[in-house]
């Protein structure tokens, strides 16, 4: 019987913690078989952040780093001036990394650190209870803001891709989603032009995947899909944002 599909050995055999139908998980076995695929599991070291994905260091069957909340950019701009010729990546949501990490973040991307970032994107606060982020939507309902985002209350929501993409150390950054079959092999593929571009020092990558929460959204897995779809991707253009490697479009 031929094989047409098997666990990545980038992956413990741990079940996850995540709610049913998030997309974590998926981002996760991306990550992972990227890893895998592109033989730097025995090089590669992650940085897992405080958020939904706090226990990344259970799942990813290669080196993890605990990082305080935001701070993930940060330690893994200390790990990979240690260990030069290790793969860094950090795994952060939108709550780490675009607000109390929004520092960190930028000054990664403007000192141009050779590091991957994989950034998760569902509009919300997943592991709080699901308050406003700053990626939630205009008039999206949340925790804290039950009558729906407003911009004269709450501001408007911060597109990271377009704003670190503006910033010259960086090397590859692009938009995906996974809402999909064809989305989803878009996605391993970005991810994997992400870290070759820290394969080639070429400096800062980022990928920021548009991501579900069924459970703080109020839908249905399958409703939350169609949610990112509908709602998110038109306000957040999937894309490549900026790209230095040579042959890649």
Known sequence: MTIVFKRTKGLTDVPFHYCPGCTHGIIHRLAAEALEELNLL??????????????????????MQEASHGRAPAVATGIKRVHPESIVFTYQGDGDLAAIGTTEIVHAAVRGENITVIFVNNAIYGMTGGQMAPTSLIGQETLTTPYGRTPDKNGYPIRICEMLSTLDGG?????????????????????????????????????????????NWGLSPIEALKWVKEHMEPFYPLGIYKNTLEGLK
């Open 171 to 215: 090397a590859y950054i692009e938009r995906v989603a996974v809402y999909d079959v064809m989305h989803v092999k878009k996605a391993k593929e970005a991810i994997k032009n992400a870290f070759t571009a820290q394969i080639k020092k070429k400096g800062f990558s980022l990928i920021e995947v548009l991501s579900s929460c069924p459970t």
């Open 42 to 63: 025995d090089m590669a070291i992650g940085v897992a952040p405080v958020g939904c994905g706090v226990f990344a260091y259970e799942y990813f069957n290669c080196d």
